[in-house]
């Protein structure tokens, strides 16, 4: 898939995340559990549907699925990665719902001719049920939670009034969005450093 929205884009749209390279972190921070209550942004179809335009060059194409189907992989989507962080195992469930998006629709691989040589291409089959985004944004989960590489670079940012999270592609990298949760912990530091003077 291409490179998805920016952060500036997200933001602009309302959508306080970090524009991760793997969309299903995108659809978990869709979910802000840290405020009072927890606020979901795509709560209405409206809210779906503005998102799902900034992922779709990401996604296979085809229909945009019922709010329902994306707040069950969501679920079940952050309930691995929790309990990853945690150092717990998932529930069977999460692992279940995830298991069953991927196999919604079934993708086989297939040559294509480019330039001046052959790619490999990914073929989603929608046409057997199930949704190709979803079963996407399901194998990419599966795919995270399998390479261990990867995985240990999943974090949750250091904020504690935040819930996001983020593969950081630097060692460093402790924020979701340094320009938000960065510069507010920065700016938190500056305050109490000056007030101590």
Known sequence: MSIGPSVEDLLVAGFAMGGER????????TQLLAATPPVDLIETPEQLAQ?????????PAGPVPDCAAV?????????????????EL???TSVDDINAAAAGA???????AHGNGLQAATRWHP???????????????????TDAER??????????????LFLAEHRRRQWC?????????????????????
């Open 22 to 29: 793997l969309v299903a972190l995108d659809l978990v921070d």
């Open 51 to 59: 998102w799902w335009s900034l992922q779709e060059v990401r996604l």
């Open 71 to 87: 707040r069950r992989l969501r679920a079940a989507v952050r309930d691995v990665l929790d309990s990853h962080l945690a150092g």
């Open 90 to 92: 998932p529930s069977a």
């Open 106 to 112: 079934p993708q086989s691989l297939r040559m294509v």
């Open 127 to 145: 046409e057997y049920g199930g949704n190709a985004a979803l079963a996407s944004m399901a194998r990419e989960t599966i795919e995270l939670m």
């Open 151 to 164: 995985l240990a670079t999943l974090r949750r940012c250091a904020n504690p009034n935040c819930s996001m």
């Open 177 to 197: 969005i340094g320009s938000r949760c960065g510069n507010r912990a920065r700016v938190a530091r500056h305050y109490e450093k000056t007030r101590q003077s």
